[in-house]
């Protein structure tokens, strides 16, 4: 079993998956390509990028997602 499967956060992440394909057979058929896949892409998206970054390299990759407020000039805020 790959690590990220024991995450329960994946495992919801999962679950969240299968509601949004679910709720989406619902939609009409003329937004099969339109809301309904945006919506199945991004739900997908969620769980895949839990499974990227693993337990034990979420620290070490916690850098290249989260601006380092030690240094004024990575501040987000000043970026926009």
Do not use: C
């Not at 919801?12 to 509601?19: E, S």
């Not at 990759?61 to 004024?72: C, L, Q, R």
């Amino acid at each position: 079993m790959k690590a990220h499967h024991k995450l329960k956060v994946w495992q919801r992440a999962i679950d969240f998956v299968a509601t949004i394909y679910k709720l989406t057979e619902r939609f009409p058929k003329e937004e099969m390509f339109g809301l309904t896949s945006q919506m199945r892409r991004a739900a997908v998206s969620i769980a895949s990028n839990i499974a990227e970054v693993l337990p034990g390299e979420a620290k070490q990759n916690s850098e290249n997602f989260w601006p380092s407020h030690k240094d004024p000039s990575q501040n987000w805020k000043r970026k926009f």
